[in-house]
């Protein structure tokens, strides 16, 4: 098993005027991407340097916490340089942003932060320039500034909904209308975690139910899981009933948690990535990768709940030992399986971007038949990085073969941000 990968070098480097956080191409305008930074004011700041995460543990000691961001739009040129295109100053610190999977809206931005706000920013073009404007900012889970939105996440394939996670250790899930208002898709959260949850995925695959389904809660209900990570070393799978056809004057939650949620064992410190793939291993098992403050990276196979009981306990597939905290995970390319002759299925294989904190940043390739045997490879680590590497993302379009991967990536404390290739 490849442990190490081809060492790869800086093509351009520049540093940025506030800690970079978060980072992201804007796939309807690929050559355009925008870092969230992260500033924690000086007159909160302490002596030596503490890490990003263990200033998100702080937060239940202070009510008001004096931070500020800002959201800095790059554009990357043909000559292998980024140029500055704008800079958007923020009130609260940025935790996360993520555009719009669908193509219609992708140019649009949902925006985190640190005093629990949530906002839409749009990627505008006026007379051949872009920049960032902001639609409108939002407090869904009330007015107190406690709580910092430590992530967020678009489902894949129903636009209106968008997940997110608090520093008080819950899981939400908000309905966002086509005129970017926001409400909570269920009164109170649908997931908890012992201690701050981290991360929050959706799966790919939406079920429908009907009045044959046991447990079917409506005939018009969809049926999402739903996957969190938190600092109890947890990752839990939560199956939730979607009914996008009720009003906002009925008194049943648009989504509702009917069973417990299923805890995905072994991990050794906190889940702070999880990627679910788009692909089965048979019409109930599908497939997930996390990361973890433990330095690894793990494969899990995941069984659907019937009736509210899983029909087997999650297994791990494969894991590796990256030499950092792996804080997020970006996915390259999927290959799916194919079938041959025999009706027998062939290998499928995933190409991933890690950020992993104090290592920097990894290219990885997992590969998997159509049973339950994995590899982990290490292709690829980029290491000009002299701080935490909390954000890394690829150029949309050079993921094809014939191109070289653009990577560009972030570090925290030296505010650095690097292009390079593989």
Not at 125 to 143: C, D, F, M, N, R
Not at 206 to 211: A, I, K, P, T
Not at 271 to 286: C, F, K
Not at 350 to 358: E, V
Request: a negative charge.
């Amino acid at each position: 098993m490849e442990t190490s990968g081809r060492s790869i070098t800086p093509l351009w480097s520049m540093t940025l005027d506030l800690p970079p956080s978060c980072i992201e191409f804007c796939p309807a305008l690929p050559d355009y991407f925008v870092v969230g930074t992260y500033n924690l004011q000086k007159e909160d700041a302490t002596d030596g340097e503490s890490t990003f995460e263990d200033e998100e543990k702080q937060v239940t000691n202070k009510l008001v916490q004096n931070r500020n961001g800002s959201l800095v739009v790059f554009r990357l040129t043909d000559a292998e340089k980024i140029e500055h295109v704008q800079t958007v100053l923020y009130p609260s610190a940025i935790l996360d942003i993520h555009f719009h999977p669908h193509q219609e809206r992708g140019t649009v931005m949902a925006v985190v932060s640190s005093t629990g706000t949530l906002s839409f920013f749009k990627l505008s073009t006026s007379a051949g320039s872009v920049s960032l404007q902001e639609i409108s900012t939002h407090k869904p889970l009330g007015e107190g500034e406690g709580v910092l939105f430590l992530s967020c996440s678009w489902h894949p394939s129903i636009p209106s909904l968008l997940a997110i996670t608090t520093s008080d250790y819950q899981v939400h899930i908000l309905q966002v209308s086509d005129t970017w208002d926001v409400c909570k898709a269920s009164t109170g959260p649908l997931v908890s975690h012992t201690l701050e949850a981290w991360t929050v995925a959706f799966s790919p695959f939406v079920e429908g139910l009907n009045s044959e389904t046991p447990g079917a809660l409506e005939d018009s209900s969809q049926l999402l899981i739903l996957y969190s990570g938190g600092d109890d070393s947890k990752l839990l799978s939560s199956t939730c009933a979607y009914t996008a056809a009720r009003t906002d004057d009925d008194l049943h939650d648009l989504i509702e948690a009917p069973y417990p949620a299923v805890a995905v064992r072994g991990h050794e410190a906190g889940v702070t990535a999880i990627l679910p793939l788009d692909l089965r291993l048979s019409s109930s098992t599908s497939v997930i990768v996390s990361g973890s403050y433990d330095d690894h990276i793990r494969v899990f196979s995941i069984y659907e709940q019937i009736e509210g009981a899983p029909l087997h306990m999650p297994r791990l597939l494969a894991e590796q030992n990256l030499q950092g905290g792996v804080w997020r995970l970006k996915l390259i390319k999927l290959e799916k399986m194919a079938e041959d002759a025999t009706g027998k299925k062939q290998w499928w294989t995933a190409l991933i971007l890690a950020s992993c904190m104090h290592a920097g940043s990894r290219i990885l390739e997992i590969t998997g038949d159509g049973a339950e045997v994995c590899e982990i490879k290490v292709l690829g680590r980029f290491e000009g990085h002299k701080s935490m590497n909390y954000g890394s993302d690829f150029q949309p379009g050079t993921e094809i073969r014939e191109r070289n991967l653009r990577c560009v990536s972030t570090s925290f404390y030296d505010r650095l941000l690097c292009l390079w290739e593989y």
